[in-house]
Each structure stands twice: as C-alpha cells, then as structure tokens.
C-alpha cells in the first residue's frame, strides 16, 4: 500500500493548502522543525544520501551527493538556488507543486538550507509563472511571521532569508550556470565547468542548485526516513516522480507515481489511454530533450537507468504522447525551430549547428528537402553531442537524431522519397 | 612538475598548466579562437577539444589542467574529426570574402581551414545576412557576418580597460556584438581590438583597404610617444617596381612584453604614425643670405667640431648652448655628457622637451618622450629652458629638436637664437627654426635608430633599426661620435666606440644601474 503512496500530490487539491495555517494543520514544517532542533547537518546529509535522491531536474544527480561537495567550512557565504525555471517543453509538475503547496517547497528550503549551513536561499523561478512568484513571497512572509524564516528560525541559532527571482524567459536559464548568470544580474550564458558552483558558484560562492522536485522531497526524507523513501521507488531510485502527461490522452496532467512504473501503465492506465479514434505512435518520455520512443517501446521501467539504457532518458518526467495522425516532420520541425530559437548563442556546435540543422528542417518541411538532407542532419547532431559548453547542445541533438533514426521512413515519405 | 604524454611524446611541465600551455611549450599547437592567453579561458568555439585517454568526452585544451599521468592525443581521428565540424560550423555562416577581407592573411580561421579544414562546404541554406559596416567607435567597423562570436573584443573592455563598451545582443544565431546604446568604444584603446580579433570582423578604419598583409613587412622597435615605451611592430611597405606608392608606414601593431605592454598598446601610440613620413628633412641644408642650400653631412659636421675645438681652445665654452630632448637612445645621451659634460667644461645644456599631455592611468604617460628616465640616469641635468638666471652671452647654440608632432614648444627660442651668431639644428622634421640657423642637419627618428632607451618603470629597451634613414640623414648619435673624435680631446675613447652595443657597454661600466640590463 505504501508503494502507491501519493506523499507530494496527496494534498494537493485541499482548499487553501498554500496558506500556511492550513499547510500547519496537515504535518506542515514538522519535518522542518524536527530537523533544526534535533538533528545535526552531518546527520541530515547522511539521510538524504541514504534515500538516493536523485535530482529531479533531468540529469538525475544525487542531491545528497551535490550537497557534500560544498565545503563545509568556508570562508565565503553559501547559497542554495532552486531552480524553478521550468523550461522543458512538455514539464509542468514543479508549477503544480508551487502553486499548490508553496510551503512544501520552502520547507525544503529551511531543511537544505540547515544541512549545508546556508543562510540565504534564491528561488529562480521562470518569469511566466507570474501567480506562483506571488504566492511564494506570500508563503515567505507567512513563514517568517511564524517564525519559520528569518532569524532564529524555530528559537535556534539558524537564520536563513529566501528570495523570489523571476527569469525573463530564456530556456538557457534553466541551465544551473546560466542561471547563477542571470541571478547575479548578467547575460544567462552557461559558465565553463570545472570549477562547478558548489565551489565557485553564485557571487563565487558555494552554491547548492537543486530543482523544486527534488527540494519538495526533502522534508518526507526526514519526517519518514531514508529506508521508507527508498522502499517508494527503487534502491537506487528512492521515492516517486511526478510525471506530466500531454498529448492526445484521455486524461492529460501530473500523476505522482513511484520510480520504475512502467511507462505503458502510466499512458493507458493513469492517463486513461488514447482519446477516442487516436492511435499511439511515439512518445517523448522525459521532456523535449530526451530521444523519443516508438509505440513499441512503451513496455519499459520509468527510473533513470532503464529508460539510458533504452538510449533515452527519464529527464524530467515529462511525458509528450504522439499520435499517428501527426507529422514527425511537424514534430521534427517543433524541435529544431525550439532549440535553434532557445540556443544562447555562446558555443559554435550550437549556435551554428542547430540553426543549420533547423534551416535544413525547415526547407525540408516547404517540401525542398532530399535523402542526402537527413544524412546531414545527423552528421550535425551527432557533431554537436558531448561538444558543446553546456547540455544544451546535447539536449537539442537526442531528439533529432532520435527522430531521424527511428522515423527516417516516414521522414523520406513526406518528402516524396 | 607533472609527468604527461601528448602525442607520444613524454614530457615534464609546469603543474597547473592547461594542455594548451602544456602542448605549446614542447612546440605543439593546438587550434584556437575564443582563447587569448590575456584572458581566462572561454571554451566557446569549441575549436582546442582533444582527447585524454580514459575520458569519454573530449577535452578542451584551453581549459583542462594536466594531470600526472595524462595521456592526450592532439592529431587523433576524433580530435581531427571535431576541429574539422567546428571550422565547417564557424564557415557556414562566416562569408568567403577573404579577397576584400583586410584580415585575409592573418586571419586565423583562414590558417585553420588551410591546416585542419580543407573539407566541401555541404551547407546549401542561406547564410544569415547582417549589418557589414557596423561603427564601433572613432577607430573600428564591425563586420557582423564575418563575426565568429569568440567574444575577445567583449572580455578585453570588460577585463582589461574595464570599460563595457560591448556586449553580446540577440541570441542563438542571431547573436551579434554591438555596443551598449549611447557608448560606443572610444577609449584609448580601442584599437587593440581589430588586432585582437582572429577574423576580420572588426576592422581598424585606418588600415581598411589600405593594402593586403601579405605585402607588409613588419619590424620590432619602441613607441616613443611617451615615457611608457611600449614595444611595437612597425608595418611598412617595401614597395613595388615601378609602382609609387603615397605610403610607407602603413600600421603599428602592440608587440607583446610582459615586462610593459602585455599585449596592447593606446591609440595615441597607434594611430601617431604618419610623422615617420610627413614633413621629414632629408637633406644637410645651410643658411646662406637667408636661402638654404643643401651641403654635405661630413664637411658640416667637421665645421661644427672645429668651430667647438675653437671655443675649447679659447676657453670660451661658457659661450656655447646645448638644447637637448629625451627621445634620444641612452647611447646619444652618453655621448652627449661625454662632449658637453666631460671634454668640453662648462657647457650650457638646457632640456626642451615636447610639451606634457594627458596620462590616461594606464600605459599612456603625461610627459610624450620615451627615454626621460634614461636621461636621469646617465646624469646630464640639462637646466629647464629658458634658465631661471637668465643667459651668457652665447656665441654658439647646437639644437637637438624633436617635434613629431608639432613643434610650438620651440617657439620660445626664436628670440635667443636672433643674438647667437653661429647655430646648428639636428631635427627630423621641418620646422620654422630651419631659417633661423645656420646649418640644418637631418637626424633620425628612434624607429630609424640602434640603441636602448629606459621607460618610465626603470625598464631598458635596445632595439635595432626598423626603417631605413630617409635620404642623407644620420642619427644624432653618428654625429655627436664624429664631433667626439673631430675634437680629438678624448680621441682614444671615441675610437673605441665602434657599435651601438660598444657604447651601452661603457655606459654599463660607468653608470651602476645600466649594469647587467643590456643583452
């Protein structure tokens, strides 16, 4: 029973859940409180490495793990920024998660915060998301009158502030050095790596960057344990995910479900299948970056292993069903003109690569394209992986050369091959 | 020390040198644009990547600290393979037109395509048109399609001049470098940057269309506008059979040292150059009835040394008047203490220097000749001019007078010369002065110079000649030697003096602080 245990959406639903008395009276910040007041940050910290908590942003980094690599004691202020930029084409749970229950979100704040020894949080949060921006610096201030925020927090010694910072809309700045970036005031553009910000990161400082996911993890972590969380997923995948199904399903959204469902029972169970007269062709399972699926290959464990070595990727759980009915070429198209659109422009595989595979795209999509142009595309996409400055350049070429691969004969079709 | 391999090749560097620095100093060479050893590494155009063996990825070069035991391969497949797709990348979008290119020549990705590129061009899409003649500022034109986005020219002003005229605009393909609205790059600097970018996207106005690199010779020597004595290039045209050309000079690049300029130098230094050419006396000219007629350089020279053994002889060299300046080479001056100093007793010298301008904090000084220090050093104490206390009679004045540009600051020694009866003027250029003296003899600039000058920070510079003397003139320091050895007072000493490098020598064993500074 407790494997379909929904401990991050249960609540979700409950009216007012994001004002903090109603947040208090179903268990909030008792997770918060218990570890400020009786637990060290060393004991916190081997908590969350125990629970395998892996970063829900998409690269699947183990929190536990980014947390350690923070010097413990420094002669330069930490940080901690939760990236709530929420780009990925497809991903809308972390919306879900902030406007449903911010306090959840700050919550996890306060405990991470604590471990690190991290006085002063940022939430980077995208600049569409307008209401959400306002309900959490409603929540903080709600938070700091109880006492939750600011100084003593829970008549300890422990301070920590949190502040509210809306992006202004560039995909890049969900990329963790672009958005230390744009945080401090510059240009999003991604930083060179080494150094990697839990040494040199915000203001050159220390920084902890964890996605809001798996920050909303962290409080179930303590309260319950990291044998209990472990038990919700995998050993090596502890907890659920939540993952937002689009397309043509019956009943499209976020469905918190533990790691290793498969991916068949998430679309035609939980989603509740193919609308009327829709067959499936293809689906996206991790956000527009992870290479794309056939229908036949639905059969498969969602957790971060599994679906590498499928040759994609579990990435931010969000999950774009295809239907037969729809171009791969109008697909193609979305995602090349999207990443040619979103590049930033610094590294040359990117900046030129992508717009020229897109420019190929295009002219394929106004019927000018020819055999020889999918060839091209994947000479280029494959050029790009693993060369670029950032993940961009790798989360722009899976999906092309993944469409390419698996739909060439559809491509070649359309283009009266 | 950290022992790694690159290319099979074992070698033992530097711990905590890049692969690049590594590679480079065992004389291998890894391509790179966005990289400039001024800066901390960028890693944007993707162009240095090389393989480390048990690493997955490749590497950038200009980033990766070796390790012990790195093994790294520069010319393997893979590497070749990804340098050949960044330059296939950077030509697709980057227009052909190296043929009215300014950078055509020294443009670096010209280089690379030659050396790692050489592959067909597969791009059939339309190339972005943009903006071609973008000014930047007084000095620069930006050429948006030959851009490469290496981004130089934008960490230069932030982290060099700290300035922030540029930025990057737009994104993605349509990136673009402009400057920020209402500040365009018009600091003192501003030319460093077409030398700066590895392309031709930033032009420098003064050289655009001037002629092809390839035709330019370049030489070393010192920039003597100002007392910071940068170390620069001087590119000149040899010329074509046949063909005249309105020009010589045609531009001054920095020439890197550390000990000084680093990499850069101002545009006063730059963009000051047409003085080598313009206005320059080539010709020995004496006064005769208010005309000038030309003469020979020996016999003048040897008049002038009879005329001060006479005065010598008479012990009337109370009565001579010696005006020097600072952008004479140490050696001049030395030779000049020798005479005025040391043989000849009680000799008037006086300093006239061109007048001080504006320092900008940086390399450029207030006062505007190279070799003021040096002067100090070698202990001539010319007084200022005019003398507090006033004249002697005198019955000769020798005037070395240095006006590159604009001679005003000799306007206040017009009145003195009306009562000298017998004057001499060693100038590279034309000047009013000219009809005042008896005898013109033309003299070298210290591009056209052997010798050493010290800059402001204590630091000595030698040099040899960079240009050719223009017609009959001679550098002050022939002269002054031929006056040392006509007036045969100290004859053995000056005989001696066979070399420019025979001077700093002695000048070495006499004065401490030039000891152990030559080469």
């Known amino acids: ?417 | 020390m950290v022992k790694i391999t690159i290319d099979g090749q074992q070698v033992e560097v530097k711990e905590g040198l890049t692969i690049l620095k590594a590679a480079e100093s065992i004389g291998i060479e890894i391509p790179h644009l966005c990289f400039h050893p001024a800066f901390p590494p960028e890693g944007s155009c993707r162009l240095c990547l090389v393989e480390i063996e048990g690493r997955p990825k490749l590497e950038l070069a200009c980033s990766t600290i070796v390790q012990e035991g790195m093994n790294i391969y520069t010319q393997s497949e893979r590497v070749r393979e990804a340098r050949q797709v960044v330059l296939e990348l950077l030509l697709a979008e980057h227009p052909p037109d190296c043929p009215i290119c300014d950078k055509a020549g020294d443009c670096h990705l010209q280089d690379y395509y030659e050396e790692h590129g050489l592959f067909d061009s597969h791009f059939w899409e339309n190339k972005e048109r943009r903006a071609k003649k973008v000014p930047l500022g007084k000095n620069l034109i930006l050429d948006r399609e030959r851009c490469i986005l290496c981004t130089r020219c934008v960490r230069f002003l932030k982290e060099i001049t700290r300035t922030g005229e540029l930025g990057v605009f737009q994104r993605g393909i349509h990136s673009e470098i402009d400057y920020f609205p209402g500040q365009p790059v018009n600091n003192n600097y501003s030319g460093n940057l077409a030398e700066l970018c590895p392309v031709g996207a930033i032009t420098d106005k003064d050289f655009r269309f001037q002629t092809r690199s390839w035709f330019l010779v370049s030489k070393p020597t010192i920039c003597p506008h100002c007392s910071r004595a940068c170390s620069i290039y001087i590119d000149f045209h040899p010329g074509f059979p046949r063909i005249e050309l309105d020009k010589y000079v045609y531009r001054l690049r920095a020439r890197e040292n550390p000990e000084i300029n680093d990499y850069w130098i101002c545009d006063f230094g730059r963009y000051n150059y047409s003085y080598l050419e313009k206005n320059r006396v080539v010709s020995v000219l004496v006064n005769r009835d208010g005309q000038l007629q030309e003469d020979e350089w020996d016999k003048q020279i040897e008049l002038l040394g009879k005329k001060l053994k006479e005065l010598y002889l008479k012990k009337r060299t109370n009565r001579i008047g010696v005006i020097l300046h600072s952008a004479l080479t140490n050696e001049e001056l030395y030779l000049a203490k020798k005479i005025f100093r040391e043989d000849l007793p009680e000799v008037n010298l006086y300093l006239i220097d061109p007048p001080e301008g504006k320092g900008d904090n940086w390399l450029l000084t207030s006062s505007r000749t190279p070799n003021l220090k040096g002067m100090e050093l070698i202990g001539l104490n010319p007084q200022k001019f005019p003398p507090e206390n006033g004249f002697n009679e005198l019955e000769m004045m020798i005037i070395f007078a240095y006006h590159p540009l604009g001679d005003g600051h000799y306007a206040q020694l017009k009145s003195v010369l009306e009562e000298v009866p017998f004057s001499v003027l060693f100038t590279a250029h034309q000047t009013t002065l000219m009809n005042q003296v008896t005898v013109v003899l033309p003299a070298l600039l210290l591009a056209e110079k052997e010798g050493s000058v010290i800059n402001v920070e204590g630091k000595l510079q030698q040099f040899k000649a960079a240009l050719h003397p223009p017609g009959n003139a001679h550098s002050e320091g022939e002269a002054l030697l031929a006056i040392g050895r006509n007036l045969g007072i100290n004859f053995s000493f000056y005989r001696n003096m066979r070399s420019t490098a025979d001077i700093l020598g002695k000048l070495s064993q006499d004065i401490s602080f030039f000891e152990g500074q030559s080469d």
């Open chain 1, 1 to 417: 029973m407790a494997k379909k245990e929904k401990y991050l959406t249960g609540l979700f639903g409950l009216e007012n859940l994001h004002e903090i008395e109603v947040y208090l009276q179903n268990g909030g910040y008792e997770a918060a409180k218990k570890a400020v007041k009786s637990m060290k940050p060393e004991e916190i910290l081997k908590e969350v490495k125990a629970a395998n908590l892996r970063g829900r942003g998409g690269a699947g980094f183990p929190a536990g793990v980014k947390w350690g690599f923070v010097p413990p004691t420094a002669d330069k202020p930490k940080y901690l920024c939760v990236n709530a930029d929420e780009g990925e084409p497809g991903t809308f749970k972390d919306k879900y998660i902030m406007s449903h229950n911010p306090h959840l979100l700050l919550e996890g704040i306060i405990i991470t915060s604590y471990c690190v020894g991290i006085h002063q949080a940022f939430i980077y949060i995208r600049g569409e998301y307008e209401m959400i921006a306002r309900r959490l610096e409603k929540a903080i201030d709600e938070a700091k009158t109880k006492g939750f925020l600011g100084k003593n927090i829970f008549g300890s010694q422990f301070a920590l502030e949190v502040v509210v910072h809306r992006g202004a809309g560039a995909y890049i700045c969900g990329e963790e050095t672009a958005l230390l970036e744009s945080l401090e005031g510059k240009r999003g553009h991604p930083r060179l790596k080494p150094p990697f910000p839990a040494s040199v990161g915000l203001f050159q400082c220390p920084t902890v960057i964890n996605n809001v996911e798996t920050i909303a993890n962290v409080p179930f972590i303590i309260a319950r344990g990291a044998e209990w969380f472990t038990q919700m997923g995998l050993p090596q995948d502890g907890g659920t995910r939540i993952f937002g199904v689009s397309g043509p399903v019956k009943k499209p959204g976020i469905y918190e479900l533990p790691l290793g469902t498969s991916l068949r029972e998430l679309i035609f169970n939980h989603a509740g299948g193919m609308l009327e007269g829709k067959e499936l062709k293809a689906v996206i399972p991790g956000g527009m970056s992870a290479p794309i699926l056939t229908a036949d290959e639905i059969d498969i464990s969602l957790d971060f292993e599994s679906l590498k070595n499928a040759g994609s990727m579990l990435g931010s759980g969000a999950v774009i069903v295809i239907d037969k009915e729809t171009s791969m070429l109008d697909v193609l198209q979305v995602v090349t003109k999207f990443y040619a659109h979103e590049s930033c422009g610094q590294c040359t595989p990117c900046r030129v690569g992508v717009s020229w595979i897109n420019k190929i795209v295009q002219r394929m999509a106004a019927g000018q394209g020819s055999p020889e142009d999918l060839e091209t595309i994947s000479r280029l996409a494959s050029a790009i992986m693993g060369k670029t400055l950032c993940p961009l350049g790798d989360a722009a070429a899976m999906p092309i050369l993944g469409i390419v691969e698996k739909f060439k004969d559809e491509l070649l079709a359309q283009m009266g091959h």
